[in-house]
């Protein structure tokens, strides 16, 4: 993608681009990523801040005729459990090869808020150590059969509003580790009420 600020909307081409990559369920099944958003308008994010989406209420999804997806970047295998420890039993698939990631102009960092920027509401009011050691506990440590099926740890993700078809109408590439949209802005954004 040529534009890639953060909030640059996606092209109808790009999408069409991206509509056929194969993103994988907690199955293991493979369904192309435009069918995901074909049929209605759909929110697509990535996995940061599963725990903020499982705030939602599925009946305030419904009652908008709104889908909620999330893409990771890594594989099926971890996504039960990552769901099971997130409280979150929304729409979840991996799409390891990160073209979806390469296509919307997401890129890596391992950067977190910068300096004099504020920090964003759904970020954990931890100390930074105290929540690296938690996602270890959670991950490595407590499932190590998933370690290294997680996906790159500095692709960052987005927020996007996508469908019907091949449209987009809103768009919001992370900057750093902790810039996803505030999950009421995204919802808004989306006319979910929230909570």
Not at 18 to 37: E, M
Not at 128 to 155: A, C, M
Not at 163 to 176: E, Q, T
Not at 183 to 190: D, G
Request: hydrophobic share 30%; net charge negative; charged share 25%.
């Amino acid at each position: 993608m040529s534009d890639t600020s953060s909030s640059t909307s996606i092209t109808e081409d790009i999408l069409l681009k991206a509509s056929v990559i194969p993103v994988y369920s907690a199955d293991g099944n493979t369904v192309k990523f435009g069918d995901l958003y074909s049929a209605r308008e759909t929110v697509v994010t990535c996995q940061d801040y599963v725990r903020q989406l499982a705030k939602i209420r599925p009946e305030s999804l419904e009652k908008a005729q709104k889908d909620l997806v999330v893409i990771g970047c890594g594989s099926f295998e971890p996504i039960k459990a990552y769901c099971e420890t997130a409280g979150y039993s929304g729409k979840i698939f991996g799409e390891p090869t990160r073209e979806l990631h390469r296509l919307f102009g997401l890129v890596e960092s391992l950067d977190r808020t910068p300096a004099g920027e504020q920090q964003r509401e759904y970020i954990s009011p931890k100390p930074y150590l105290s929540r690296v050691l938690i996602s270890i506990w959670r991950g490595p440590l407590k499932r190590p059969q998933d370690f290294g099926k997680q996906g790159n740890f500095s692709q960052l993700g987005g927020d996007f509003i996508l469908g019907p078809g091949n449209r987009c109408s809103f768009a919001s590439r992370m900057k750093h580790t902790e810039d996803h949209v505030e999950i009421n802005e995204l919802m808004r954004e989306a006319g979910v009420e929230f909570p």
